[in-house]
C-alpha cells in the first residue's frame, strides 16, 4: 500500500504541475509578457486564486481515481481470499477500468467547462464571462445532459490506456 501511496503523491504533483504552472505560466506570458501596462489580474494573490482552482478542479480526476483503484483491489482481493499484491493481471485491469470510469464520469464536467471557455479563443466572440457563467449557460440550455457531452468517447479513448498502464505496472512491480 505504501508503493500505491508514493504512486498517487508523484502523479499528483506531476497533474498540478502540468495543470497549474504551465497554464499559469503561459496565461502570464500571453498577458504580462512583454508587453507594458497589460494587467488583466489586480493583484498578485488573484492571478494565483485565478490559475490554483481550475488546477485544483483539474487534479480532481486523480483524487478519485487512485483511493478508488485501490478500494476494488482490496475488494478483490478479500473476494477472491487472497491479498491485494498477489492479484492477478484481469482483476488489476477490472480494477483500473471501472476506476477510470468512475473518476472520469465524476471528474467529466470540469473537461466540458474547461474545454468551452478554451475554444472561445482570442479571435472569436466570447459566449461565456467566466467559469460561473459557463456552468450556468451550459446547464440552461442543455442541462444536466451538457455537462457529459463526448463523455462516452473520451472513456472510449482513455479507458483502454489506463488497463494497460496500471495492469503493466502492477505485474511488472510484482515481479520484482
Known sequence: MVSADLLLLQVVKQNLIVAFFFPCGKVFLKTQGMRAGV???RSTLSAFVGCL????AGISHVAIR???YEKIKMYLATRGNTTMDKLGACDVAVASSVSRIFASTSAYPHEVIRSRLQEQGFH???RYSGVVDCINKVFQQEGLPGFYRG???NLIRTTPAAVITFTSFEMIHNLI
Open 151 to 153: 463523455c462516452a468517447t
Open 124 to 126: 472569436s466572440e466570447k
Open 39 to 41: 494587467v488583466p489580474y
Open 53 to 56: 482552482m481550475p488546477a485544483l
Open 66 to 68: 487512485f483511493p478508488t
